[in-house]
Protein backbone atom coordinates (compact mmCIF):
# COMPACT_ATOMS: atom_id res chain seq x y z
CA UNK A 1 0.00 0.00 0.00
CA UNK A 2 1.69 3.74 -1.50
CA UNK A 3 -0.37 5.37 0.87
CA UNK A 4 -2.19 6.96 -2.24
CA UNK A 5 -5.76 6.87 -2.49
CA UNK A 6 -8.22 6.90 -5.74
CA UNK A 7 -11.49 6.67 -6.14
CA UNK A 8 -13.24 5.46 -7.55
CA UNK A 9 -11.54 2.01 -8.59
CA UNK A 10 -13.87 1.57 -11.79
CA UNK A 11 -15.58 4.01 -14.08
CA UNK A 12 -17.86 2.44 -16.91
CA UNK A 13 -19.93 5.79 -18.84
CA UNK A 14 -20.91 6.92 -22.23
CA UNK A 15 -19.17 8.37 -24.82
CA UNK A 16 -19.82 12.54 -24.12
CA UNK A 17 -20.73 12.52 -20.45
CA UNK A 18 -18.28 13.93 -17.79
CA UNK A 19 -16.27 12.36 -14.69
CA UNK A 20 -14.43 13.27 -12.28
CA UNK A 21 -11.81 11.45 -11.01
CA UNK A 22 -10.80 11.66 -7.20
CA UNK A 23 -7.02 11.22 -6.01
CA UNK A 24 -5.43 11.68 -1.88
CA UNK A 25 -1.73 11.89 -1.60
CA UNK A 26 0.78 10.24 0.97
CA UNK A 27 0.23 11.97 4.56
CA UNK A 28 2.65 15.19 3.63
CA UNK A 29 3.31 14.63 0.45
CA UNK A 30 2.83 18.14 -1.50
CA UNK A 31 2.80 17.10 -5.09
CA UNK A 32 0.38 15.30 -7.15
CA UNK A 33 1.20 13.73 -10.57
CA UNK A 34 -2.12 12.75 -13.25
CA UNK A 35 -0.98 9.74 -15.33
CA UNK A 36 -2.85 7.90 -18.10
CA UNK A 37 -2.01 4.53 -19.34
CA UNK A 38 -4.27 3.16 -22.20
CA UNK A 39 -4.27 -1.03 -22.90
CA UNK A 40 -0.66 -2.08 -23.27
CA UNK A 41 0.98 1.51 -23.33
CA UNK A 42 3.30 3.35 -21.15
CA UNK A 43 2.20 6.22 -18.65
CA UNK A 44 1.77 9.42 -20.19
CA UNK A 45 2.55 11.91 -18.23
CA UNK A 46 -0.83 14.70 -17.90
CA UNK A 47 -0.37 17.31 -15.29
CA UNK A 48 1.70 17.98 -11.94
CA UNK A 49 0.16 20.23 -9.29
CA UNK A 50 2.43 21.16 -6.04
CA UNK A 51 0.41 22.51 -3.26
CA UNK A 52 -2.31 23.53 -5.35
CA UNK A 53 -0.38 25.56 -8.00
CA UNK A 54 0.17 23.89 -11.56
CA UNK A 55 3.93 23.08 -11.81
CA UNK A 56 3.65 21.14 -15.52
CA UNK A 57 1.91 19.95 -17.96
CA UNK A 58 1.90 17.36 -20.48
CA UNK A 59 -0.09 15.65 -23.11
CA UNK A 60 -3.49 16.60 -21.82
CA UNK A 61 -6.29 17.40 -23.80
CA UNK A 62 -8.14 20.82 -23.50
CA UNK A 63 -11.11 18.54 -22.24
CA UNK A 64 -9.26 17.21 -19.28
CA UNK A 65 -8.74 19.62 -16.29
CA UNK A 66 -7.76 19.06 -12.38
CA UNK A 67 -7.11 20.86 -9.99
CA UNK A 68 -5.52 20.57 -6.12
CA UNK A 69 -7.65 21.54 -2.99
CA UNK A 70 -6.24 23.01 0.16
CA UNK A 71 -6.47 19.88 1.54
CA UNK A 72 -4.38 18.51 -1.54
CA UNK A 73 -6.67 16.03 -2.66
CA UNK A 74 -6.30 16.77 -6.32
CA UNK A 75 -9.29 15.85 -8.85
CA UNK A 76 -9.10 15.46 -12.82
CA UNK A 77 -12.14 15.89 -14.55
CA UNK A 78 -12.68 14.33 -18.04
CA UNK A 79 -15.15 16.34 -20.04
CA UNK A 80 -16.81 14.85 -23.36
CA UNK A 81 -15.59 11.58 -23.34
CA UNK A 82 -14.98 9.76 -26.15
CA UNK A 83 -13.73 5.41 -26.55
CA UNK A 84 -10.40 6.39 -27.02
CA UNK A 85 -10.39 7.97 -23.24
CA UNK A 86 -11.09 4.94 -22.05
CA UNK A 87 -8.01 3.91 -19.82
CA UNK A 88 -6.45 3.08 -16.42
CA UNK A 89 -5.98 6.97 -14.70
CA UNK A 90 -2.84 6.98 -12.14
CA UNK A 91 -1.95 9.60 -9.92
CA UNK A 92 1.03 9.85 -8.14
CA UNK A 93 2.02 11.94 -4.86
CA UNK A 94 5.57 13.36 -4.45
CA UNK A 95 6.93 15.07 -1.22
CA UNK A 96 9.13 18.04 -3.17
CA UNK A 97 7.40 20.35 -6.16
CA UNK A 98 10.44 19.10 -8.08
CA UNK A 99 10.55 15.58 -10.15
CA UNK A 100 13.98 14.91 -8.64
CA UNK A 101 12.06 12.43 -6.15
CA UNK A 102 10.30 8.83 -6.23
CA UNK A 103 6.46 9.37 -7.20
CA UNK A 104 4.32 7.12 -5.01
CA UNK A 105 1.37 5.82 -7.05
CA UNK A 106 -2.25 4.73 -6.29
CA UNK A 107 -3.95 2.16 -7.01
CA UNK A 108 -5.37 3.51 -10.25
CA UNK A 109 -9.00 4.26 -11.87
CA UNK A 110 -10.20 1.78 -14.51
CA UNK A 111 -12.07 4.39 -16.99
CA UNK A 112 -14.22 2.58 -19.58
CA UNK A 113 -16.16 4.75 -22.15
CA UNK A 114 -18.94 3.13 -24.20
CA UNK B 1 9.44 16.67 -27.70
CA UNK B 2 11.87 14.43 -25.73
CA UNK B 3 11.29 10.62 -26.41
CA UNK B 4 12.30 7.72 -24.23
CA UNK B 5 12.06 4.00 -25.92
CA UNK B 6 13.10 1.13 -23.72
CA UNK B 7 14.08 -2.26 -25.78
CA UNK B 8 12.94 -4.97 -26.01
CA UNK B 9 9.08 -3.98 -25.80
CA UNK B 10 8.58 -7.91 -23.98
CA UNK B 11 10.96 -10.53 -23.13
CA UNK B 12 10.30 -14.22 -22.22
CA UNK B 13 12.84 -16.08 -20.03
CA UNK B 14 13.06 -19.23 -17.93
CA UNK B 15 13.49 -18.81 -14.37
CA UNK B 16 17.18 -18.57 -13.71
CA UNK B 17 18.12 -16.80 -16.98
CA UNK B 18 19.36 -13.31 -16.58
CA UNK B 19 17.11 -9.91 -18.34
CA UNK B 20 18.18 -7.10 -19.30
CA UNK B 21 16.43 -4.11 -20.78
CA UNK B 22 17.30 -0.67 -21.88
CA UNK B 23 16.68 2.88 -21.71
CA UNK B 24 17.18 5.31 -24.77
CA UNK B 25 16.53 8.96 -24.44
CA UNK B 26 16.61 11.77 -27.47
CA UNK B 27 17.98 14.23 -25.53
CA UNK B 28 20.23 14.29 -22.24
CA UNK B 29 18.53 13.68 -19.01
CA UNK B 30 18.86 14.97 -15.39
CA UNK B 31 18.63 11.80 -14.08
CA UNK B 32 16.37 8.76 -14.63
CA UNK B 33 14.29 6.34 -12.00
CA UNK B 34 13.27 2.94 -12.77
CA UNK B 35 9.55 1.54 -11.52
CA UNK B 36 8.29 -2.07 -11.60
CA UNK B 37 4.35 -2.57 -12.59
CA UNK B 38 3.37 -5.96 -11.93
CA UNK B 39 -0.03 -7.26 -13.62
CA UNK B 40 -2.74 -5.70 -12.11
CA UNK B 41 -0.86 -3.64 -10.32
CA UNK B 42 0.67 0.24 -10.49
CA UNK B 43 4.14 1.08 -10.79
CA UNK B 44 6.62 1.26 -8.05
CA UNK B 45 9.68 2.81 -7.75
CA UNK B 46 12.70 0.98 -7.58
CA UNK B 47 15.61 3.31 -7.81
CA UNK B 48 17.45 6.87 -8.91
CA UNK B 49 20.20 7.21 -10.93
CA UNK B 50 21.67 10.84 -10.95
CA UNK B 51 25.28 10.73 -12.13
CA UNK B 52 26.99 9.66 -15.35
CA UNK B 53 28.25 6.66 -15.40
CA UNK B 54 26.83 5.51 -11.80
CA UNK B 55 25.81 1.90 -11.29
CA UNK B 56 23.65 1.30 -8.66
CA UNK B 57 22.73 -2.72 -7.34
CA UNK B 58 19.96 -3.77 -5.24
CA UNK B 59 20.10 -7.53 -4.97
CA UNK B 60 19.69 -9.55 -8.24
CA UNK B 61 19.11 -6.09 -10.11
CA UNK B 62 22.01 -3.87 -11.25
CA UNK B 63 20.91 -0.44 -12.75
CA UNK B 64 23.21 1.78 -14.72
CA UNK B 65 23.15 5.47 -16.42
CA UNK B 66 25.17 6.03 -19.09
CA UNK B 67 28.25 8.43 -19.30
CA UNK B 68 26.66 10.57 -21.16
CA UNK B 69 23.13 10.91 -19.33
CA UNK B 70 21.10 9.27 -22.23
CA UNK B 71 20.25 5.85 -21.27
CA UNK B 72 19.91 3.72 -19.12
CA UNK B 73 19.88 -0.20 -18.48
CA UNK B 74 18.16 -2.56 -16.05
CA UNK B 75 19.96 -6.46 -15.33
CA UNK B 76 18.32 -8.61 -13.46
CA UNK B 77 20.89 -11.72 -12.75
CA UNK B 78 19.39 -15.54 -12.48
CA UNK B 79 15.17 -14.11 -12.80
CA UNK B 80 12.73 -15.38 -10.54
CA UNK B 81 8.70 -15.59 -10.87
CA UNK B 82 8.41 -12.98 -8.72
CA UNK B 83 10.20 -10.45 -10.93
CA UNK B 84 7.23 -10.67 -13.51
CA UNK B 85 5.95 -7.65 -14.71
CA UNK B 86 6.63 -4.61 -16.84
CA UNK B 87 9.57 -2.56 -15.85
CA UNK B 88 9.44 1.48 -16.74
CA UNK B 89 12.32 3.81 -16.98
CA UNK B 90 11.23 7.59 -16.57
CA UNK B 91 14.02 10.75 -17.58
CA UNK B 92 13.44 14.30 -15.90
CA UNK B 93 14.24 16.68 -18.47
CA UNK B 94 16.31 19.78 -17.76
CA UNK B 95 14.78 22.65 -16.99
CA UNK B 96 10.92 21.54 -17.59
CA UNK B 97 10.90 18.75 -14.53
CA UNK B 98 8.67 16.45 -16.66
CA UNK B 99 9.21 13.23 -16.07
CA UNK B 100 9.11 11.06 -19.38
CA UNK B 101 8.30 7.54 -18.67
CA UNK B 102 9.59 4.90 -21.26
CA UNK B 103 7.70 2.22 -23.33
CA UNK B 104 8.19 -0.41 -21.02
CA UNK B 105 9.71 -3.43 -21.26
CA UNK B 106 7.16 -6.44 -20.01
CA UNK B 107 9.03 -9.22 -18.05
CA UNK B 108 7.62 -12.72 -18.09
CA UNK B 109 9.21 -15.75 -16.30
CA UNK B 110 8.22 -19.27 -16.88
CA UNK B 111 9.12 -21.72 -14.15
Known amino acids: DSGVTQTPKHLITATGQRVTLRCSPR?????VYWYQQSLDQGLQFLIH???????AKGNILERFSAQQFPDLHSELNLSSLELGDSALYFC?????????????FGPGTRLTVT | GQQVMQIPQYQHVQEGEDFTTYCNSS?????IQWYKQRPGGHPVFLIQLVKSGEVKKQKRLTFQFGEAKKNSSLHITATQTTDVGTYFC???????????FGTGTRLQVFP
Open chain 1, 49 to 55: YYNGEER
Open chain 1, 27 to 31: SGDLS
Open chain 2, 90 to 100: AGLEYNTDKLI
Open chain 1, 92 to 104: ASSVSGRSLYEQY
Open chain 2, 27 to 31: TTLSN
